[in-house]
């Protein structure tokens, strides 16, 4: 499957933990998304890299979050100190660049995390 | 902050039915997307609408975009229980070459056989 992997499906941690997401994209796609997705609401946009250059930051992210793509490749997003209030689904997307209109996104399955 | 109001956000329809469902916002866009969002996966996009007034056809599926480019609306002729699942429509904006989306907070619809 070539689609966009993201690891692992599902998360539990206690409140203050740190904890470590991973989204792989589709190969030859060089922008990179991050979202957070809460119940009952759509997907509200955290952060943005093209190649390995992270572009733009939602002010959601606080600093205890902090996303990395190293080598233009697969990104991973951290939490430090977790809150119950992180709870939510976390969406990679990535796409190919191109005309901005038609840009397509193609989104993974997320990382459902759960902080007790 | 600019929101993408969606509505209803529950629909629950009989098979064979018509349906529409709207999206406003007080915001221009640059495009208008549509997802379709199965339980525990990602959206997964149905139609990019880029031009006011455009409209678009998916089989039983009809996205139309307003002349300002502000609002959209979906339509499904004749639902089927395979059309159930969370709609969810998103306006784009382009921040430092790349779509920056903002997503309504989605209609789930459910066709009952």
């Known amino acids: 499957d070539t689609g966009v992997s993201q690891d692992p499906r599902h998360k539990i941690t206690k409140r203050g933990q740190n904890v470590t997401f991973r989204c792989d994209p589709i190969s030859e796609h060089n922008r990179l998304y991050w979202y957070r997705q809460t119940l009952g609401q759509g997907p509200e946009f955290l952060t943005y890299?093209?190649?390995?250059?992270?572009?733009?930051k939602s002010r959601l992210l606080s600093d205890r979050f902090s996303a990395e793509r190293p080598k233009g490749s697969f990104s991973t997003l951290e939490i430090q100190r977790t809150e119950q209030g992180d709870s939510a689904m976390y969406l990679c997307?990535?796409?190919?660049?191109?005309?901005?209109?038609?840009?397509?996104?193609?989104f993974g399955s997320g990382t459902q995390l759960s902080v007790l | 902050t600019q929101l993408l109001e969606q509505s209803p956000q529950f629909l629950s329809i009989q098979e064979g039915e018509n349906l529409t469902v709207y999206c406003n916002s007080s915001?221009?866009?640059?495009?208008l997307q549509w997802y379709r969002q199965e339980p525990g996966e990602g959206p997964v996009l149905l139609v990019t609408v880029v031009t006011g007034g455009e409209v678009k056809k998916l089989k039983r599926l009809t996205f139309q975009f307003g002349d300002a480019r502000k609002d959209s609306s979906l339509h499904i002729t004749a639902a089927q229980p395979g059309d159930t699942g969370l709609y969810l429509c998103a306006g784009a904006h382009i921040i430092q070459g790349a779509q920056k989306l903002v997503f309504g907070q989605g209609t789930r619809l459910t066709i009952n056989p």
């Open positions: 890299f093209q190649n390995e250059a992270q572009l733009e």
């Open positions: 997307a990535s796409s190919l660049s191109g005309a901005l209109t038609n840009e397509k996104l193609f």
């Open positions: 915001s221009v866009f640059s495009s």
